[in-house]
C-alpha cells in the first residue's frame, strides 16, 4: 500500500464549477499536509500548506484535514482555466524532512 | 525573496554518457536542498538531500550521485547515464531548521536518454 494515495483523474469542470481533489493516506504520524500546483512542464508551486486538523482558507482555495479518516481535501471555488494543472498533495511527519507525495490529479477547467 | 534556478531547462543525452544538471538557491542561507525524479504516474521520488555542504543523503540506490560544493548549489550528476535515467529533475529547498516549514521547488530539467 502506498503511503498516499491520490486520485491521478483526469479531471474536467465547467468554468466556475467548485472543485473537490482528495488524498488518503497510511501514515498517522504524518502532521503536515501541502497542496501544490503544477503546470505542464513546470515545478511544482505550493498552493496551500496546514498543520494537523481544520480548515484552511486562501482566496478561492480551502484545504481540509481529517487526521481521524486520514483524508485531505483542496476545494477550488469559482475555477477559471487557468487553474488547469495537476495537483499534487504532499505530507510529512513533524521533525521530519522528507515529503511524501501523491501521483497527483490532472485538472482540465472549460471555459 | 528566495529564488532556485535549475539549469539546463532541457537535455537530451545518449545512453553512456556523463550528467550533470545544476541547481542554485538565492535569498536564503544554510538551505535544505533536495533532488527528485518525476516520472509520468509515479509522481515525486526523493532522490538525494542536504542539510549542509558536503552532506548528502541517498534515499534511492541507483547510479546518479549528489554533490553540495556550496552552500547554495546542489549537482546531480552520473557517469554513464541509463535509458531509465529519462525523467523530470526538480530540485527544492526549505529552511534549515530540520522538519520546519515547506520545500520549494525550482523549474525543473527534462532529461531524455537516448
Known amino acids: 500500500q502506498k503511503e498516499v494515495e491520490q486520485d491521478p483523474g483526469p479531471l474536467s469542470v465547467p468554468e466556475g464549477a467548485i472543485v473537490s481533489l482528495n488524498c488518503t493516506y497510511s501514515n498517522s504520524a504524518f502532521q503536515y499536509f501541502m497542496w501544490y500546483r503544477q503546470y505542464s512542464r513546470k515545478g511544482p508551486e505550493l498552493l496551500m500548506y496546514t498543520y494537523s486538523s481544520g480548515n484552511k482558507e486562501d482566496g478561492r482555495f480551502t484545504a481540509q484535514v481529517d487526521k481521524s479518516s486520514k483524508y485531505i481535501s483542496l476545494f477550488i471555488r469559482d475555477s477559471q482555466p487557468s487553474d488547469s494543472a495537476t495537483y499534487l498533495c504532499?505530507?510529512?511527519?513533524?521533525?521530519?524532512?522528507?515529503?511524501?507525495f501523491g501521483t497527483g490529479t490532472r485538472l482540465t477547467v472549460i471555459p | 525573496s528566495q529564488t532556485i534556478h535549475q539549469w539546463p531547462a532541457t537535455l537530451v543525452q545518449p545512453v553512456g554518457s556523463p550528467l550533470s544538471l545544476e541547481c542554485t538557491v538565492e535569498?536564503?542561507?544554510?538551505?535544505?536542498l533536495y533532488w527528485y525524479r518525476q516520472a509520468a504516474g509515479r509522481g515525486l521520488q526523493l532522490l538525494f538531500y542536504s542539510v549542509g555542504i558536503g552532506q548528502i543523503s541517498s534515499e534511492v540506490p541507483q547510479n546518479l550521485s549528489a554533490s553540495r560544493p556550496q552552500d547554495r548549489q546542489f549537482i546531480l550528476s552520473s557517469k554513464k547515464l541509463l535509458l531509465s535515467d529519462s525523467g523530470f529533475y526538480l530540485c527544492?529547498?526549505?529552511?534549515?531548521?530540520?522538519?520546519?516549514?515547506?520545500?520549494?521547488f525550482g523549474p525543473g530539467t527534462r532529461l531524455l536518454v537516448l
Open positions: 535569498g536564503t542561507s544554510n538551505p535544505n
Open positions: 527544492a529547498w526549505s529552511r534549515d531548521r530540520p522538519g520546519q516549514g515547506t520545500q520549494y
Open positions: 504532499a505530507m510529512r511527519a513533524a521533525g521530519a524532512n522528507n515529503l511524501f
